[in-house]
Nanobody
């Protein structure tokens, strides 16, 4: 069955970095674009960024542009989210998602498969 499993979340101080991973199985990963979303406590889920099936195209929300980088390794069926210069406003559960998308694909409805999420907390 299809699985997306996020890892790498945790507690980090403001200004710090984290690298999230999302391991995919159960579908042809290299045929799917991937997105990252996040949901803070009491907030709606919001788009963070997306990467095309080849990795050649990426797109980011304005709130993370220049700080976050998405990459993928199709040989390992894994997508990554490198997060730098983290602030408390980045605290959220982060989700990866897969869809046959055209980047940018900022709407949740564009994605077919979702992971369970990983918590990122930015606090001193």
């Amino acid at each position: 069955q299809v699985q997306l499993v996020e890892s790498g979340g945790g507690l980090v101080q403001p200004g710090g970095s984290l690298r999230l991973s999302c391991a995919a199985s159960g579908f042809t990963f290299s045929n799917y674009g991937m997105g990252w979303f996040r949901q803070g406590s009491g907030k709606e889920r919001e788009f963070v960024g997306a990467i095309s099936w080849s990795g050649g195209t990426t797109y980011y929300a304005d709130s993370v542009k220049g700080r976050f980088t998405i990459s993928r390794d199709n040989a390992k069926n894994t997508v990554f989210l490198q997060m730098n210069s983290l602030t408390p406003e980045d605290t959220a559960v982060y989700y990866c998602a897969a869809g046959q998308i055209v980047v940018p694909a900022t709407r949740s409805a564009s994605y077919d498969y979702w992971g369970q999420g990983t918590q990122v907390t930015v606090s001193s």
